[in-house]
C-alpha cells in the first residue's frame, strides 16, 4: 500500500498551499515551515482578550477567541482565501483541529452544547457550492463531541461586501438578515458560534442578538482569525 500512496504522490503531490511545497508524510495541508510562520493570538486561555473585548456592552459573550491574526496581504488572508474562494476545504478541517484541540484543553469553554455557524445565504451557498465553515465546524464537532448544527440560524438577505464599511455601517447591514427558526430548541444550552474572520463583530452581534431571542442561552464564540 505504502509502495501504491508513494507513486501516486509522485505524480500528484501533496502541497503546502501556503508555499506550494511538497509536503512531507507528517505534514498536514500546511508545510511545518509556514504553520510556524501563522500569527497565532494565543488568545484561547486568555480572559479578556482583544476578541471578548470587542463585545463589551453590546451583548453578553461568555467566552470567545480567535486562532489567528489576520492581515491584508498576509498568510492568515491567503489561508481564508484559498478556503472561502478556492475551495480548498482541507483548511477549515486543519483550523477546526488546531482550534479544537485547544479548547478542549482549555478550562474557559466548558460544556458547550451546540456548535452554530454563521450562515450563508441560499442563493451564495448555491454559487460557492459550500459554506466556508462547514469542515472547520465538522471539525470542532468531532474534537469536541458537540453536534454541529447549520439549519438552525438562517440568513434571509444577501449584504453587500462588509470590508469598507465602518463598524455602525456594517451593524445596519446585517441587523435583521438573520432568523432563528426554533427559539426553544436552544433553550438553556450553551452555543459556539463560529465565523471565519472578525473585525469589527457586528455580523456575529446580529447573529448573537437573533440566537438572544431563545430563553436563558449562553453565546461563547470561535473564529479562525481576528482583524488586529
Not at 508555499?19 to 501563522?38: P, V
Not at 479548547?103 to 451546540?114: M, Q, S, T
Not at 455557524?117 to 470542532?140: A, D, I
Not at 453587500?160 to 464599511?165: I, L, P, V
Amino acid at each position: 500500500m505504502k509502495f501504491l500512496l508513494d507513486i501516486f504522490y509522485l505524480f500528484f503531490p501533496n502541497t503546502c498551499v501556503c508555499c506550494d511545497s511538497n509536503l512531507s508524510a507528517n505534514e498536514k495541508t500546511i508545510c511545518l515551515k509556514c504553520r510556524f510562520e501563522l500569527p497565532v493570538t494565543h488568545f484561547t486561555a486568555l480572559k479578556n482578550n482583544p476578541v471578548e473585548e470587542i463585545f463589551f456592552g453590546r451583548i453578553p459573550v461568555a467566552y470567545a477567541t480567535s486562532l489567528l491574526f489576520y492581515k491584508d496581504k498576509g498568510i492568515s488572508q491567503h489561508l481564508i482565501s484559498q478556503l472561502k474562494y478556492k475551495g480548498n476545504q482541507n483548511i477549515g478541517t486543519f483550523l477546526g483541529e488546531w482550534i479544537g484541540d485547544a479548547l478542549k484543553h482549555c478550562e474557559r469553554f466548558p460544556d458547550i452544547d451546540y456548535i452554530i455557524p454563521v450562515p450563508l445565504h441560499p442563493k451564495k451557498l448555491k454559487k460557492r457550492g459550500y459554506n466556508q465553515l462547514t469542515t472547520f465546524g465538522e471539525s470542532l464537532s468531532k474534537i469536541l463531541d458537540t453536534p454541529y448544527i447549520d439549519t438552525l440560524l438562517i440568513r434571509k438577505s444577501i449584504t453587500d461586501s462588509q470590508t469598507h464599511k465602518s463598524r455602525i455601517d456594517r451593524f445596519k447591514n446585517v441587523k435583521e438578515i438573520f432568523y432563528l427558526t426554533d427559539t426553544s430548541f436552544l433553550k438553556n444550552k450553551h452555543i459556539l458560534l463560529i465565523d471565519d474572520v472578525i473585525t469589527t463583530g457586528a455580523t456575529i452581534e446580529a447573529c448573537a442578538l437573533e440566537l438572544g431571542r431563545t430563553k436563558n442561552i449562553t453565546i461563547s464564540i470561535v473564529t479562525m482569525s481576528f482583524t488586529a
